[in-house]
């Protein structure tokens, strides 16, 4: 069989629970279609603060740069919230991105016909969402520098940080956005500041530059702040939308609720070459963690996602896909996504929903 090595980082709060229902998940998808995976789990954020006192230890950067590709659960804790930068949970998880260079994150929303009546927004404005958020990941302000803090002299204390990007960092993430849309609908919106940002002005100049090699690919540009608006106006505008860091941040958390739930968005972080790391777009969930109330599906699409694109197991990822959406077809339902009639079940019986439906399929051909 084709074998490949996956790292786990289950990480903290509702990690744990989702990613053990995803490995479980993959290992039986593997096993219909003749692929064997061979796991390393690691400490990484606060799991790993507690363990060895440092969010991403050496020895986990250096398994997941040796494996095939890596599923995260998610970090980060209340117990961890004062400590300083270099010692919290979320650096650890921007030294891996970066260290992995995954300059390109892909966060798609779909909003699942049965998934409908979950969302927030009216029928008529949810029903065929079908977008996808192309993130850049290892630039802007998240890792820009000057940055950190000082006073002035008034004697008064300042924070500071610097958005900053190159031509190179914007040329690479509009290619793989012209890409993608290429692959969609054809439509690619790019969301800026660039009435008021140099970063931004750069950014959409460069953009409109990439664009002559993808005549065939319709390019808009938005102001974000009214992206945020339009996404809750009419969000089937959207097909691909490329952003920077920050603004995908935000916007991806906002396109998530238009589906019903942040537990159903899962998210692809690759780079040219190299293990890509593959994620849900939600966080650790403290307050409902360790109640096996988490959705899990967000990490099970990620799973999928690990297949598609880590691996280019094509197949395997849609028999993920067809058995999440029988299973949402059964009516089984995390809290998250409950609506009236419908089956309300924990995070491991959805996981366990999932895999019957995964040994009931025949075969893909
Ligand atoms: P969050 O995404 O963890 O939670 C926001 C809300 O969504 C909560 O009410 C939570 O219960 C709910 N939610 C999230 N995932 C869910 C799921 N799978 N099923 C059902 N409900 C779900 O965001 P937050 O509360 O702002 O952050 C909590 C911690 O997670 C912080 O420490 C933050 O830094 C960290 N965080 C980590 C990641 C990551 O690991 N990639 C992402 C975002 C936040
Ligand atoms: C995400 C998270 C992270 C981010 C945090 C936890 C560093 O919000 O993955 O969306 O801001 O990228
Ligand atoms: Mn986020």
Known sequence: PRSYSITLLPGDGIGPEVVSVAKDILSVVGAHEGIEFFYNEMPMGGAALDAVGVPLPEETLAAAKQSDAVLLGAIGGYKWDGNEKPLKPETGLLQLRAGLGVFANLRPATVWPQLVDSSTLKKEVAEGVDLIVIRELTGGIYFGEPRGFGTNDKGEDFGFNTEIYSTFEIDRIARVAFEIAR???????????????????????????????????????????????????????????????????????????????????????????????????????????????????ATVLSAAMLLRYGLGEENAARRIEAAVIETLNKGFRTSDIHSSGMVLVGCKRMGEEVLKSVDSQKPIV
């Open 183 to 297: 692959k969609r609908q054809s439509k690619l919106c790019s969301v800026d500041k660039a009435n008021v940002l140099e970063a931004s002005m750069l950014w959409r100049k460069r953009v409109n530059e990439i664009a002559s090699e993808y005549s065939d690919v319709q390019l808009s540009h938005m102001y974000v702040d009214n992206a945020a608006m339009q996404l809750i106006r009419d969000p089937r505008q959207f097909d691909t939308i490329v952003t920077n860091n920050i603004f995908g941040d935000i916007l991806s958390d906002e396109a998530s609720i238009i589906t019903g739930s942040i537990g159903m968005l899962p998210s692809a972080s690759v780079s040219e070459s190299g293990p890509g790391l593959f994620e849900p777009i939600h966080g650790s969930a403290p307050d409902i963690a360790g109640q096996d109330k988490a959705n899990p599906l």
